[in-house]
């Protein structure tokens, strides 16, 4: 397993540090750098490393695909990477075959539902949905009379509406007018909304994490190298404290979120112990985010807010990621409401199992 995960970690981060420096791209305004970046990583088999081989992809299990998204957030990718593996995922959960090309899930947000009609089309609208209209396909979870279903539909049949999150990604909104699906399964006993909005959450929080280790590299270097009062500023007491702070939040939300993914890989179900796991991660890694960045662009000053500057594509991701598949608020409830409905009997054994 470990053999594995370093072969599939060091494929990947090899193609980024290659195709997706983040210095370069900051000067590429068209876009140009996503194409070449793309083909690398489909050659590779990356973005449908959580398909079965019969089904299209590479059949990875989920600890490297889980490994290849926490890649990807230290280098603060705008392409749809983590959510072709989510889309993949799902599929394959219905025994649906993966097509080529970027895809994305829906819905993205846990009070959106879509809705399978008795005809067998698709009804309702899902906010937020990332790189909506850079993909090819979308899979869907969606809600029938008999229970949760796994569709994929061709983005040419939907209407799209373009929005950009804080940082600037596609952030769309997706109308489902009576479509009909290209495929359309049963889901599994287990797999439905909330099973999707937490692996989402947990990508999220690992692509946090990863940029969050950036953040504090580009922060730390920049302290050793920015001079005031004719020493670096990294000599400063208080810039050492917050830069022990960034350290901080950086390893809570990698311990995090690494820790969820692991519960995740390793489990049969998607049981209490893992909603437990996933829902702890999201929050904290959203919180981290939020102070992570913070202190970052303190440290930076206001250099670190120009355009010039790789700081905000680091910091600003972290910052809308911590939206996507629920916000921090949401999960929080959602936790307490699960954490309550067990009684107060059962929180500290459940606790301690992790």
Partial sequence: MAEAENIVVATAEKIFADLADPQTINHDKDGRWTAPLWQALSEA???????????????????????????????????????TLLAGWLLQQGGIAAPAGAMTVAPANPRDVITLNADGTLSGRARGVPFAKAAEHVAVVAQGRDGAAIALVETAQLRIAAGLNLAGDPSDTVTFDNVAPSACRP?????DVTTLMLMGGVARGLQIAGALDRLLTISVNYAGERVAFEKPIGKF??????????????AAASAAATSAADAIARASAFDDAVFLEAVSAK????????????????????????????LHRFSLRALAWRDDFGSESHWAVALGQRVAARGADELWPLVASR
Avoid: M, Y
């Fill in 45 to 83: 088999g990356l973005p449908l490393a959580w398909v079965a081989e019969d089904l299209g992809g590479a059949g990875t299990d989920l600890a490297d695909g889980f490994a290849i998204i926490h890649a990807a957030g230290r280098f603060a990718l705008a392409v749809p990477l983590a959510e």
């Fill in 187 to 191: 889901a599994p006993a287990g797999i």
């Fill in 237 to 250: 007491q208080a810039v050492q404290h917050n830069l022990a702070r960034l350290a901080g939040e950086s």
């Fill in 283 to 310: 929050i904290r890694c959203a919180e981290a985010a939020e102070k992570g960045a913070a202190i970052a662009h303190q440290v930076h000053g206001a250099i670190g807010f120009t355009t010039e500057h790789i």
